[in-house]
Nanobody, 118 residues
Framework: QVQLVESGGGLVQSGGSLRLSCAAS???????????MGWYRQASGKQRELVAA???????NYADSVKSRFTISRDNAKKTVYLQMNSLKPEETAVYYC?????????WGQGTQVTVSS
């Protein structure tokens, strides 16, 4: 069973930066490397939405609202995926979730709270 654990959330002022990490366990590095990994967020009272993700082919997708400010990256040797978030806005306050998908497997982390104060 793959487990994903997010970290790096917290309170930041508008315009600030945070780097989220998602560490995977229960999977080898070689298998992790072919997982499509992504970050989603869910604000209070809203649906969960895609923030950024790697496709199965290894390219990246970003929500239009975060392009040029957020960067998703991964270190397969460490079985970790990152989300660098710059120029954060108050409306981006949400719980950020890590997701990993491979074939029929679909795993989620427990989420990490990001709060952006104005």
């Amino acid at each position: 069973q793959v487990q994903l654990v997010e970290s790096g959330g917290g309170l930041v002022q508008s315009g600030g930066s945070l780097r989220l990490s998602c560490a995977a366990s229960g999977v080898s590095g070689s298998i992790f490397s072919i997982y499509a990994m992504g970050w989603y967020r869910q604000a209070s009272g809203k649906q969960r939405e895609l923030v950024a993700a790697f496709t199965p082919g290894g390219s990246t997708n970003y929500a239009d609202s975060v392009k040029s400010r957020f960067t998703i990256s991964r270190d397969n040797a460490k079985k970790t995926v990152y989300l660098q978030m710059n120029s954060l806005k108050p409306e981006e306050t949400a719980v950020y979730y890590c997701n990993g998908r491979l074939l029929k497997n679909d795993y989620w982390g427990q989420g990490t709270q990001v709060t952006v104060s104005s």
